[in-house]
C-alpha cells in the first residue's frame, strides 16, 4: 500500500499521454544513434544519461507549482542576460564563436537557460499587465525579447537566436499582438533586409548563397546539404533498412549523430519512416494544444502556447535544414538529436507543461 501511494504520488503530475509520446522518440533516438554512431554502445550509453537526467528536470519542473514558476520569472531571466554579458566579457572562444563560460567545474551555454527564460518572463509581465494592457506593454515585452536575442546574435549563435526569438514572438502573438503592428513590423523587416545583410558574418552570407545553389561550392559550404539530400532521396518509399544507410557508414554524412541525424534516419526507414516520425511530431504539438487550450490563467495559456510552438519550429527548422530548404543553422532534431544540453532544456519546457496541466489552479502572487 505504501509502495502504491509512493508510486501515485510519483507520478501525480505526469500526464501520461504526453510521456508516451516523447517516449516513443527517445527509443527511435537511441534506435537511430546506435546506428549514426556505427554501433558505439558508448555513445547510446552516453545518449541514454542525457535522457535521465532530462526526466529528472522535467519531473522536478512538473511539480513545481506554477505560482513557484512564476516567482522566477525574473530571477531567472536576469540571471541568463548576466551570463550573456558575462559570456561576451569572458567568454571561451571554440570554432570561431564566444558562447560558452567556464565556471570552473565545468563550461556552460547559458544561451540555453534563454529559450526557457526568455518566454517566461514575457508570460510573466503579461500577466501582470493582463488587465491594463496597451502598446507601450507590448513595446517593453519585446526589448525583454531584444535584449538576448542580441547578445546571443553577437557570440555569433544564429541557431539560438532563431529559437529564441521565435519562442518570444509566439508570446506576443498569443498574447494579442495586433496583426496590423505584426504586418507592419514584417514589411520593416523585408525592407531592413539589405542593411542585415551587411551586417552578417560571411560564413552566414555563404550560408544564405549555399542554400540558394549549395553546388557552387559541393566539397566545401554545400557539401552537408548535398550530402543530406542525397542520402533522403536514396531512401526512397521504405528506406534501405536498419544498419545499411550507405551515406552515413562510408562517412560521406557529416555530423550525423547530432545535427544531420534525420538524413541517417531517412535514409535507413524511407518515406514510409519519415511519416510515422512526423507522426509522433505531430501527436506532441497536437498533445501541447490541448494543454494550451485548456489553461485556467493567462500566463500559463501564453507559456504553453510558446513552449508547444517553439518545439514545433525546432523541429521544422532541423528538417527543413536537412532536407535543403533552410540554411544550414546548426539546431539538432528535438528529442532525437545526440546531446544533452539541448534535451535537457526540451524536457523542462515539457514539464512546464505537464505542470501546467496538473496545477490547474494558479495562486496569485
Not at 104 to 109: E, F, K, L, Y
Request: aromatic share 12%.
Amino acid at each position: 500500500m505504501i509502495r502504491r501511494r509512493l508510486w501515485q504520488r510519483f507520478i501525480l503530475h505526469l500526464d501520461p499521454i504526453l510521456m508516451a509520446e516523447l517516449g516513443l522518440l527517445m527509443l527511435i533516438s537511441l534506435i537511430v544513434l546506435y546506428s549514426a554512431s556505427d554501433g558505439n554502445w558508448g555513445r547510446v550509453g552516453g545518449q541514454l544519461t542525457n535522457m535521465l537526467v532530462a526526466f529528472c528536470v522535467l519531473w522536478l519542473m512538473a511539480n513545481m507549482p506554477l505560482h513557484y514558476l512564476m516567482r522566477t520569472a525574473l530571477p531567472v531571466y536576469v540571471l541568463g542576460v548576466v551570463l550573456l554579458i558575462a559570456v561576451a566579457l569572458f567568454g571561451e572562444i571554440s570554432h570561431g564563436a564566444r558562447r560558452w563560460l567556464d565556471i570552473g567545474m565545468t563550461t556552460i551555454q547559458p544561451s540555453e537557460l534563454l529559450k526557457i527564460a526568455v518566454p517566461l518572463m514575457m508570460a510573466w509581465y503579461f500577466e501582470k499587465h493582463e488587465a491594463t494592457l496597451t502598446l507601450k506593454n507590448y513595446f517593453i515585452a519585446t526589448l525583454l525579447l531584444l535584449v538576448p536575442v542580441f547578445l546571443i546574435a553577437r557570440q555569433p549563435d544564429l541557431g539560438t537566436t532563431m529559437l529564441i526569438a521565435a519562442s518570444g514572438f509566439y508570446v506576443l502573438f498569443l498574447a494579442g499582438l495586433s496583426w496590423r503592428v505584426m504586418l507592419a513590423l514584417l514589411i520593416a523587416a523585408l525592407a531592413s533586409a539589405p542593411m542585415l545583410w551587411s551586417v552578417l558574418h560571411d560564413y552566414q552570407r555563404q550560408r544564405i548563397r549555399t542554400l540558394i545553389d549549395p553546388m557552387q561550392d559541393a566539397l566545401g559550404h554545400g557539401y552537408h546539404t548535398i550530402q543530406a539530400t542525397i542520402a533522403m532521396g536514396s531512401g526512397g518509399i521504405f528506406g534501405k533498412g536498419y544498419l545499411n544507410g550507405t551515406q552515413s557508414h562510408l562517412d560521406f554524412l557529416p555530423e550525423r549523430t547530432t545535427d544531420f541525424i534525420f538524413a541517417v534516419y531517412s535514409e535507413e526507414f524511407g518515406l514510409f519512416g519519415n511519416l510515422i516520425l512526423l507522426g509522433l511530431y505531430l501527436m506532441v504539438i497536437v498533445r501541447g494544444f490541448v494543454i494550451t487550450a485548456n489553461a485556467s490563467t493567462y500566463f500559463t495559456r501564453l507559456m504553453a502556447g510558446s513552449i508547444t510552438l517553439t518545439f514545433f519550429t525546432y523541429t521544422f527548422v532541423n528538417m527543413g535544414m536537412v532536407s535543403g530548404i533552410l540554411p544550414v543553422v546548426g539546431v539538432p532534431l528535438p528529442l532525437i538529436s545526440y546531446g544533452g544540453t539541448s534535451l535537457v532544456t526540451l524536457m523542462m519546457g515539457f514539464g512546464i507543461l505537464m505542470s501546467i496541466h496538473t496545477h490547474q489552479k494558479l495562486v496569485k502572487t
